[in-house]
């Protein structure tokens, strides 16, 4: 029997100085049946010719360039994962790295275990070295934060059910995305080896969000609220409907949410980020 393909999906916005790693990463991949597509996604570096060269000198893959405009990273996501077939998924920003045998490791595991989403532990590297840990994703985790890195392999029937990555919430798209896979009764695996490896470098989308971290959680809540208490679902709302114009009721309550969730270093940011708009001075 042929092996089961695999396409790992690689967006790409001014990064083309690294795309090298990722697409290197990718391509040697212990696994033999891989589907590489790159998404220049409005890049106003040189992505499109870096990419090429990429797949001249790795000519014993299967890779594919697309190009769009800036559309983002879940709509660059969405448009490399519907130009594949493959029945399998890994997305791959172009400044990470995979380790040669993550497909392969994360695939067996997801096939072992009759599973839809396997997800390994990583490492950093850049700015900052170290382990990135991840835990085996429960109801009560998810709900509470993103325990998953983003680079976990999925099915594509998953994808296809969920209806692709919500594009209006950068950042924690990837979250948003998981907790459509556990409303579908998605099972997810973990993988307790270092396969992932993430860049650290300058500010990142994810720190860029957690600065609105009110309302992105707020924006989750809504978007799920069966997983949600309709009391949390409710201040979602209204703090939503509020805007700019939130008051500190209404703030204060979101900030409750984040103690509740246990995210201490989300709720002291939060709180200084308060402070900052007078909200809380005396």
């Given at each position: 029997?042929?092996?089961?393909?695999?396409?790992?999906?690689?967006?790409?916005?001014?990064?083309?100085?690294?795309?090298?790693?990722?697409?290197?990463?990718?391509a040697?991949?212990?696994?033999?049946?891989?589907?590489?597509?790159?998404?220049?996604?409005?890049?106003?570096?040189?992505?499109?010719?870096?990419?090429?060269?990429?797949?001249?000198?790795?000519?014993?893959?299967?890779?594919?360039?697309?190009?769009?405009?800036?559309?983002?990273?879940?709509?660059?996501?969405?448009?490399?994962?519907?130009?594949?077939?493959?029945?399998?998924?890994?997305?791959?920003?172009?400044?990470?790295?995979l380790?040669?045998?993550?497909?392969?490791?994360?695939?067996?595991?997801?096939?072992?275990?009759?599973?839809?989403?396997?997800?390994?532990?990583?490492?950093?590297?850049?700015?900052?070295?170290?382990?990135?840990?991840?835990?085996?994703?429960?109801?009560?985790?998810?709900?509470?934060?993103?325990?998953?890195?983003y680079?976990?392999?999925?099915r594509?029937t998953?994808?296809?059910?969920?209806?692709?990555?919500?594009?209006?919430?950068?950042?924690?798209?990837?979250?948003?995305?998981?907790?459509?896979?556990?409303?579908?009764?998605?099972?997810?695996?973990?993988?307790?080896?270092?396969?992932?490896?993430y860049?650290?470098?300058?500010?990142?989308?994810?720190?860029?969000?957690?600065?609105?971290?009110?309302?992105?959680?707020?924006?989750?809540?809504?978007?799920?609220?069966?997983?949600?208490?309709?009391?949390?679902?409710?201040?979602?709302?209204?703090?939503?409907?509020?805007?700019?114009?939130?008051?500190?009721?209404?703030?204060?309550?979101?900030?409750?949410?984040?103690?509740?969730?246990?995210?201490?270093?989300?709720?002291?940011?939060?709180?200084?980020?308060?402070?900052?708009?007078?909200?809380?001075?005396t």
């Amino acid at each position: 029997m042929a092996p089961a393909e695999v396409a790992v999906v690689i967006p790409c916005h001014g990064y083309a100085r690294f795309l090298p790693e990722a697409v290197d990463s990718a391509a040697r991949q212990t696994w033999p049946a891989l589907h590489i597509v790159i998404v220049d996604d409005g890049s106003p570096d040189d992505t499109a010719a870096v990419a090429t060269a990429l797949a001249a000198r790795h000519a014993d893959r299967r890779i594919t360039l697309l190009r769009q405009p800036n559309l983002g990273l879940a709509a660059a996501r969405n448009r490399g994962i519907a130009a594949t077939t493959s029945p399998f998924v890994l997305p791959l920003d172009a400044d990470d790295r995979l380790a040669p045998d993550a497909v392969e490791r994360l695939l067996r595991a997801l096939e072992q275990d009759g599973g839809d989403v396997a997800t390994p532990l990583g490492r950093t590297f850049g700015d900052a070295a170290g382990p990135l840990r991840t835990r085996p994703a429960t109801r009560r985790r998810l709900r509470a934060a993103n325990c998953l890195v983003y680079a976990s392999l999925f099915r594509r029937t998953l994808f296809d059910r969920i209806g692709g990555y919500r594009p209006d919430a950068p950042g924690y798209e990837d979250w948003d995305f998981w907790l459509s896979a556990l409303e579908l009764g998605a099972r997810f695996v973990h993988v307790p080896a270092p396969l992932f490896h993430y860049r650290k470098h300058g500010s990142t989308m994810l720190a860029q969000s957690d600065r609105r971290a009110m309302r992105l959680h707020a924006t989750i809540a809504t978007r799920h609220p069966r997983l949600y208490a309709r009391w949390r679902v409710r201040l979602a709302e209204r703090l939503l409907a509020a805007g700019p114009r939130a008051g500190l009721g209404l703030r204060l309550g979101m900030l409750l949410t984040f103690l509740l969730d246990r995210r201490l270093r989300l709720f002291v940011g939060q709180a200084a980020v308060l402070r900052t708009t007078n909200m809380l001075s005396t």
